[in-house]
């Protein structure tokens, strides 16, 4: 049996849920379809998205299309979770982007379609609500050629648009205008197509089209379009008809290694971690030893395979399929089972979270609770950093967007019974060196006889170590590099095994020291180069350099200064051309720079870079000034210093840049 993993994906009310809900009920999955008003769904499973009417979390539902196994995956429409869609979309092997017939082409649509292009996700379109008043198919389809690709087939005709009556009919094979019209978009990428369409039009029989259409489609160059109403049922059969015909699945070598990749985390009621994976080589079994996130190896204690009603239950996840699985550890999402699957992580795609606001209890003893609950939630998307400040017992979370932070706050008083509110939103910076600093501390006693490394007599080094350390800038977005330039002998083995356990060790500290800058903020594209350490046998212990990299990196940050930097958005906007000169001279007024410009067809499609703390109203004004056609995609682009006044962020404990009150606390701390 073939086995499809498809995504269902669509601009917010576009009507996803209830065309999943419809393909499980006509393919017979289910016994009665749901309704996203009445919270009765199959695939909302979360009790706040029946509330709220969205998705929040992707969800995975099976049904049956002949001998074809079809994994229906559910995925978020809502902008705020984005990166959840993404994560989804690496896992597919074909995707339905459904289009409203009534709005048409949405601000989401066009940024899931490039996702779906950017990723080789094959994709089929289905315009939704052909039933609903002011229904326009023909306008949705000019759209959709116009604003997403050229290469669109419709797959029909529709009748009565705008109607509850309203209908849809495929065109059969032998429909002399209907293969004229595939013909000619096939030909865009098929020579030989081309020189029989152009010899004798109809000379190319039906069956050669439908192959080379199929063909096309699973190459993600051509993109059927089918019509219907998800909430009636019509076109449904159509399209359920598409999907077995014109979509193909990745099943994989079952005789590889083991390679897959996390998409989703749950937790039982008792707190146990359930993963969902999809397995793209090899086969799992309970039991069977597999790494995990390419470091410690787990052993699943079981595996629920997703499978159609009434199949058999299995616990071996083959190629191409999809499981819950138990048992993998601290497993998180993105995480690679065995083998790295092919292709970047979704991490390394999407821009991390560049907003944050700290979250407390509003009863100050659930303050524990509330730690572990966003330490679960946090587990759930990885690009969500919860930040911990012991000091003023403060926890913030980052985050995309106003919305995300009405869902944590509604999850952890639904979920955990938590009652919990937001501090103002403010926008996450970075500090990058100003210049190269250098710092060193030197054991204190000088005695040849147990003491290796540099030593003095006057250091007020407290901690029996040396360590020097040199930081200087780095090239923007290059993150943090560490090297040792230091004598083997002057590392000590009893406490490390190899010199290169050490120096990573060492690296480790040193990230965690650059956590808080001179400011704050982390600090980032930077060289920190260790010069210099020491040791005093057995005396010295992994503590004592661990808060020796403390004290030292930050004596050399105070010497090299910092800059304060804010995140900046690269833009990409599609805008009708007759609104160009207003978007960009809000853009403009906005702190914004156009990078590049070029008009066709009636659009202006313009480059640009903002800072992303004024990204969200360039987003609330776009509507107005483009006459509700305007599209906004960013991804980072990069940071630039602040020059007066940059802010600063509280630090989460004592900071080693006062010496003398953080070696008291040191010290109070035992």
């Given at each position: 049996m073939r086995t499809l993993n498809l995504g269902i994906l669509a601009h917010v009310d576009a009507g996803k849920t209830t065309l999943s809900e419809r393909l499980l009920f006509t393919a017979g999955a289910i016994d009665h379809v749901g309704s996203v008003d009445a919270g009765t769904t199959q695939t909302d499973s979360l009790e706040l998205e029946r509330e709220r009417g969205i998705t929040i979390r992707s969800a995975v539902a099976t049904f049956l299309v002949g001998d074809l196994a079809v994994n229906l995956?559910?995925?978020?429409?809502?902008?705020?979770?984005?990166?959840?869609?993404e994560r989804v979309l690496g896992v597919l092997d074909g995707a339905v982007l459904v289009v409203s017939a009534v709005e048409g082409i949405q601000p989401q649509t066009p940024l899931l379609f490039r996702a779906l292009q950017r990723l080789h996700v094959p994709t089929l379109i289905f315009v939704n609500k052909i039933d609903r008043a002011g229904a326009d198919p023909a306008k949705a389809v000019r759209e959709l050629a116009r604003r997403l690709t050229p290469a669109v087939v419709p797959m029909g005709t529709v009748g009565g648009a705008g109607r509850r009556e309203a209908s849809f009919v495929a065109f059969v094979p032998e429909d002399e205008a209907h293969r004229s019209t595939v013909a000619?978009?096939?030909a865009e990428r098929d020579e030989a197509i081309l020189r029989a369409f152009v010899r004798d039009e109809a000379a190319m029989s039906p069956v050669r089209i439908r192959e080379q259409l199929g063909a096309q489609t699973r190459q993600g160059w051509?993109?059927?379009?089918?019509?219907?109403?998800?909430?009636?049922?019509?076109?449904?059969?159509?399209?359920?008809a598409g999907i077995a015909e014109l979509l193909a699945g990745g099943n994989g070598d079952p005789e590889a290694p083991v390679s897959g990749r996390v998409f989703k985390i749950e937790r039982t009621p008792a707190g146990e971690r359930v993963a969902y994976v999809r397995l793209f080589d090899g086969m799992l079994r309970p039991r069977q030893r597999v790494e995990v996130g390419g470091g410690e190896e787990a052993k699943p204690t079981s595996i629920k395979v997703f499978a159609p009603a009434g199949a058999p239950r299995r616990d071996t996840l083959g190629a191409g399929e999809m499981a819950a699985v138990r048992g993998l550890g601290a497993v998180r999402v993105g995480d690679a089972i065995g083998r790295p699957p092919p292709g970047e992580e979704v991490s390394a795609r999407f821009p991390r979270p560049a907003l944050e606001a700290v979250?407390?209890?509003?009863?100050?003893?659930?303050?524990?609770?509330?730690?572990?609950?966003?330490?679960q939630l946090a587990e759930q998307d990885p690009l969500i950093d919860v930040r911990q400040d012991d000091h003023r017992h403060e926890i913030a979370v980052s985050l995309y967007g106003e919305v995300q932070?009405?869902?944590?706050?509604?999850?952890l008083e639904r979920d955990y019974g938590i009652a919990a509110d937001f501090r103002e939103t403010t926008t996450v910076c970075i500090e990058r060196p100003g210049r190269v600093g250098e710092a060193e501390e030197i054991i204190r006693a000088k005695t040849k006889s147990n003491i290796t490394g540099r030593s003095s007599p006057f250091s007020t080094n407290p901690f029996p170590a040396t360590l020097a350390l040199r930081i200087e800038p780095g090239p923007p977005g290059s993150g943090v590099e560490f090297r040792a330039d230091v004598e083997p002998r002057y590392v000590p083995l009893y406490l490390f095994r190899t010199p290169e356990v050490f120096t990573d060790q060492i690296e480790a500290y040193v990230h965690e020291a650059l956590a808080e800058g001179l400011a704050g903020w982390q600090v980032m594209d930077c060289r920190v180069t260790m010069t210099d350490c020491g040791y005093v046998a057995p005396i010295t212990s992994a503590a004592d350099y661990r808060r020796l990299t403390q004290l030292v990196l930050a004596e050399a940050l105070k010497r090299a200064g910092t800059w304060v930097c804010e995140p900046l958005a690269d833009l990409s906007l599609e805008i009708p051309a007759s609104t160009a000169q207003g978007v960009l001279g809000t853009l403009g007024r906005l702190g914004g720079r156009v990078t590049g410009q070029f008009s066709a067809n009636g659009l202006t499609r313009a480059s640009a870079v903002l800072p992303v703390d004024r990204v969200r109203s360039l987003q609330h004004q776009l509507p107005g000034l483009s006459m509700g056609e305007g599209i906004l995609e960013w991804r980072p682009g990069g940071h630039q210093p602040i020059g007066e006044n940059p802010p600063t962020r509280a630090r989460t404990g004592p900071s080693p840049l006062d010496r003398d009150a953080w070696l008291g606390w040191l010290a109070k701390r035992g």
């Open positions: 995956v559910d995925t978020p429409g809502h902008p705020d979770f984005i990166a959840e869609v000619e978009v096939l051509v993109h059927p379009v089918y019509f219907g109403s998800a909430a009636m049922g019509v076109g449904i059969p159509e399209l359920l979250v407390f209890p509003l009863r100050p003893e659930e303050g524990g609770s509330l730690r572990a609950a966003l330490g932070k009405e869902v944590i706050q509604a999850t």
